[in-house]
């Protein structure tokens, strides 16, 4: 599933949590955009 978006999601500002339990074992990178700012990184899920 090379180049899939698994999932988007609104925020609300201050502390949120994502569930990663639906997810298949692999390395997935997530992207967090706020107004001009963006940050990328990557999650393992195993």
Do not use: C, H, P, R
Request: without cysteine; aromatic residues 6%; negative net charge.
């Amino acid at each position: 599933m090379a180049d899939t978006l698994m999932q988007e999601t609104q925020l609300a500002s201050g502390q949120n949590s994502i569930s990663l339990q639906n997810l298949s074992q692999g390395i997935y990178l997530f992207v967090v955009q706020a107004g001009n700012s963006v940050i990328q990184n990557k999650v393992v899920v195993y």
